[in-house]
């Protein structure tokens, strides 16, 4: 992600409070409102990642004024529009418009509990992937900006680590989220030394950061 939404190591934000015992929902409006994201989901119209990138789309200011369900509110406004589910007129009027196609659930509620205990997977188990890069490599982050949706951290881009191992292969998620195709690839965990990142005053120069990387974030050194 990029702008104010990949605030991976972005000063001057405060602290972060922890709330002892802090339940999953703090309103019931939240509640609901995951249920309504979980079944859409069960539709299979958008990947994880087109929901992150939807997630993204929304005004900075906004962003850091509005609370966690409030941004997957929005994003899911957008979504059920931008899938053909409704119009923005029908969702802001709440009436349909008596021309669109009408659907059965897609998750029933008997079904809920097991699609919930099963969750997703990014992971794909393709052993031809290519494996570019092997452990003990020196690689640099690639220095890019894209506009669309990106795991890759700002604050590591240009900055050049070593290839602790392999994770696996998994879905790309900058072609996933634009509908372009999973594209799988190999996923690396990359060492970065805190002077790298941080520069040489930091106070904690013996830490390390640790970063899960796909094949195409990265080049050798």
Sequence with gaps: MNSI???GGCHGMGEISREQNEPFFHETWESRL?????AMNAWGSWSLDRVRWFREQMPGPLYLNSKYYEIWLDALIRLVIDAGFASA???KTGNCEGHGKRYSPALRPDKVKRQMLKGITSRRGNSEIEQRFSPGDQVRALNI????HTRLPRYVRGKCGVVEARR???VF???NSQGLGEKPQTVYSVCFKLEEVWGPNHEHQNDLIYVDMWENYLEKV
């Design 173 to 175: 998620p900058d072609t």
């Design 168 to 170: 696996g292969v998994f």
């Design 89 to 91: 007129n029908e969702l």
């Design 145 to 148: 900006n894209p506009k669309s």
């Design 5 to 7: 939404h990949d605030m």
């Design 34 to 38: 995951f249920a309504c994201q979980f």
